[in-house]
């Protein structure tokens, strides 16, 4: 399916990032091949749920709270509500710059958006004479997200300007604490006035460090970088084909979704039907699904007598990898005799391993699978 996918999500963002939109179309992987599984329904549950708990939680690896989460999902579908078309690619482009987690994706690391502007009052918070400005400034990084964090710690870090109350000669006489209940309240105590608390906000900024540490390792790992199921075969084969059709992480509906466990999709790509069956984790038996999903294989293969199937296996990479390249083989196995089952020749059917093995960053359930493919 020919697809503007940059053209689309420039339709939202102006200056996207090419780099950013090829790699979330290789993470996306077979989904887009497939009208249905390319967009996203916003006004259906399961999916909105597939998108946090694959995308945002998997991919993004995101901690915070489901109605966070949901919120940031309800506020790209509020974005694009005049558009008719809300294309994946986009949702995922604008979900990943709302949490300012483009770099996973090859893009600038730093927060956009909300979460930016949420950034920008942590760092002007940072830069006041209140200790508790400073703390409150701690608080709006982590309410922003691990990516706005990434991105507010630089500022966070930054020296802050001389306190105003520098220009005068003597301190305040501090309020009776039945007249102030709100700091008497707070066990923050200035470490200019001799408290044993002031250590706190050096903490802060420690840990806002170790975040800032933790995130640019992640970036450089393979599963943030690496390009995801290019023809490869691990148990993780496509980021997004987890969630929509074959091999990733995202779909439009409950039959174009990755199964938990065993199960089979159906697609057709250039005219020609193609199978996918998964299997239950360690399991090579076959779904009694793939019976009637092979009807339409058979009719291809009847009304083309010299068309051959190449049925290959892969498997989850966790493991001992000499029981996993055997499980692969017989999932191959028993997908070709269900097939010959369903009253296609075995003639027609070739067991043909893959040329590659897949990046492991990808959902587990989405590799446990034999794909059927029409040469």
Not at 89 to 118: R, S
Not at 127 to 138: C, I, L, N, P, Q
Not at 141 to 159: E, I, M
Not at 165 to 186: K, M
Request: hydrophobic share 50%; net charge negative.
């Amino acid at each position: 399916m020919a697809e503007d996918w940059l053209a689309d999500v420039r339709k939202y963002v102006a200056d996207a990032d090419e780099t950013v939109v090829k790699a979330i179309v290789r993470y996306c992987g077979i989904a887009l091949q497939n009208r249905d599984s390319s967009l996203v329904a916003f006004s259906d549950k399961k999916e909105t749920d597939r998108v946090r708990e694959n995308f945002l939680k998997k991919k993004l690896a995101l901690t915070q709270g489901d109605d966070v989460l949901d919120a940031a999902i309800a506020s790209v579908g509020e974005r694009m509500k005049e558009d008719r078309t809300k294309n994946r690619v986009t949702v995922y482009y604008l979900l990943a710059e709302h949490f300012g987690l483009l770099n996973i994706f090859g893009g600038v690391a730093g927060a956009v958006g909300a979460a930016g502007a949420a950034v920008a009052a942590a760092a002007n918070a940072v830069g006041s004479d209140d200790d508790k400005d400073e703390t409150a400034s701690a608080a709006a990084l982590a309410a922003a997200g691990p990516g706005a964090a990434t991105a507010g710690s630089a500022a966070a870090a930054a020296p802050a300007p001389e306190p105003v109350a520098v220009a005068a000669p003597v301190a305040p006489e501090p309020a009776p604490a039945a007249a102030t209940p709100a700091y008497a309240a707070s066990s923050h105590v200035d470490a200019d006035s001799g408290g044993g608390l002031g250590w706190l906000k050096w903490l802060l900024l420690a840990a806002l460090l170790a975040l800032l540490i933790f995130f640019l390792m992640r970036s450089c790992s393979p599963e943030a970088t690496a390009p995801v199921d290019e023809g490869s075969t691990t148990e993780a084969t496509a980021g997004e084909t987890a969630d929509a059709a074959a091999g990733g992480d995202a779909a439009t509906d409950a039959a174009a979704a990755i199964p938990e466990g065993a199960g089979v999709i159906a697609a057709d790509v250039d005219g020609k039907p193609k199978l996918t069956v998964y299997f239950d984790s360690g399991k090579s038996a076959v779904t009694n699904d793939l019976a009637a999903a092979a009807a339409n294989v058979k009719a291809y293969v009847d009304k083309n007598p010299t068309a051959k199937l190449a049925v290959s296996g892969y498997n989850d990479p966790t493991g001992n990898a000499a029981i996993n390249a055997r499980l692969s083989k017989e999932r191959a196995q028993g997908v070709a005799k269900a097939l010959e089952a369903a009253g296609i020749p075995a003639t027609a059917i070739e067991l043909v391993k893959p040329e590659a093995t897949t990046d492991a960053a990808v959902d587990k359930a989405a590799a446990r699978r034999v794909e059927v493919t029409v040469q």
